[in-house]
């Protein structure tokens, strides 16, 4: 296992591999995806958003996720998978090219309200599976690179999801999905 001391003095402990297996990874039969995170302060290809530019407050205070093709849809805008939840899971493995994984196995829910674009980050995001084998990519907005998903102590672990309702776990309700330009 790898060691590491957060920012709160907290000492976790990682694991070192990845936990899921097969093409495309899955784990216990649960589906795996990869993760990242993110923050640039935009809309989203969702519509979720004052006027243009800022997301809402909510995205700040709430999980949510820019997916790859496979989650959100063939679309740029306004795909298939905005407004639909999913609930992650670590696996106690991280994404191959760096990270640390997660310091438990706690899941939480993330709300689609972003687009993962398979251009510039096809190694992540393509239409079908990534470089690494994983049929799911979420990228986690974490707010200045330091908001909730950092206070987690996440670290681009390797998850496993499954869609869930809206609401739980952390992640926004339907309602404040309503406010999105692609509801």
Same mark, same amino acid.
């Given at each position: 296992?790898?060691?590491? %001391?957060?920012?709160? !003095?907290?000492?976790?402990?990682? =694991? *070192?591999?990845?936990?899921? #297996? +097969?093409?495309? $990874?899955?784990?216990?039969?649960?589906?795996?995806?990869?993760?990242?995170?993110?923050?640039?302060?935009?809309?989203?290809?969702?519509?979720?958003?004052?006027?243009?530019?800022?997301?809402?407050?909510?995205?700040?205070?709430?999980? %949510?996720?820019?997916? !790859?093709?496979?989650?959100?849809? =063939? *679309?740029?805008?306004?795909? #298939? +998978?905005?407004? $639909?939840?999913?609930?992650?899971?670590?696996?106690?493995?991280?994404?191959?090219?760096?990270?640390?994984?997660?310091?438990?196995?706690?899941?939480?829910?993330?709300?689609?309200?972003?687009?993962?674009?398979?251009?510039?980050?096809?190694?992540?995001?393509?239409?079908?599976?990534?470089?690494?084998?994983?049929?799911?990519?979420?990228?986690?907005?974490?707010?200045?690179?330091?908001?909730?998903?950092?206070?987690?102590?996440?670290?681009?672990?390797?998850?496993?999801?499954?869609?869930?309702?809206?609401?739980?776990?952390?992640?926004?309700?339907?309602?404040?999905?309503?406010?999105?330009?692609?509801?």
């Amino acid at each position: 296992a790898v060691v590491s %001391t957060q920012s709160t !003095g907290v000492v976790v402990a990682y =694991s *070192a591999s990845s936990a899921c #297996t +097969g093409s495309p $990874k899955s784990f216990n039969g649960v589906p795996c995806a990869s993760t990242t995170r993110y923050w640039d302060g935009y809309m989203g290809a969702c519509g979720c958003g004052t006027g243009d530019q800022a997301p809402f407050s909510w995205q700040w205070n709430d999980y %949510t996720a820019a997916a !790859g093709p496979s989650i959100f849809g =063939s *679309a740029t805008w306004c795909g #298939t +998978g905005c407004g $639909k939840c999913y609930k992650l899971t670590p696996t106690n493995g991280y994404s191959p090219t760096g990270g640390q994984g997660a310091p438990n196995n706690n899941s939480i829910v993330v709300m689609v309200t972003n687009l993962c674009p398979p251009s510039g980050n096809e190694q992540w995001c393509p239409s079908g599976t990534n470089s690494y084998g994983y049929g799911a990519h979420f990228d986690l907005m974490d707010h200045n690179m330091n908001g909730k998903i950092s206070q987690l102590g996440w670290n681009n672990p390797e998850v496993t999801y499954q869609q869930v309702s809206c609401g739980s776990g952390g992640s926004p309700s339907s309602s404040d999905y309503s406010q999105c330009k692609c509801k």
